[in-house]
């Protein structure tokens, strides 16, 4: 199991900001409720490192 291994689960994605100054990222699939709160510095982080994963993947699929 991994990053490469394919599943068939339907799940919902939520982000947003909190009234406590977080950046939550929120998963809902099936019976399972993931929150994960971020403060806003580790927010920019993760969105670099998706920008990047974006970036290879569309090199990848060309």
Do not use: C, H, W, Y
């Amino acid at each position: 199991m991994g990053i490469n291994t394919e599943r068939d689960i339907e799940a919902n994605l939520q982000i947003g900001p909190t009234d406590q100054g977080f950046v939550r990222i929120f998963i809902e699939a099936g019976d399972f409720e993931i929150p994960m709160d971020f403060s806003p510095e580790e927010a920019e982080e993760i969105a670099e490192e998706i920008r990047a994963a974006a970036a290879t993947a569309s090199k990848i699929s060309e």
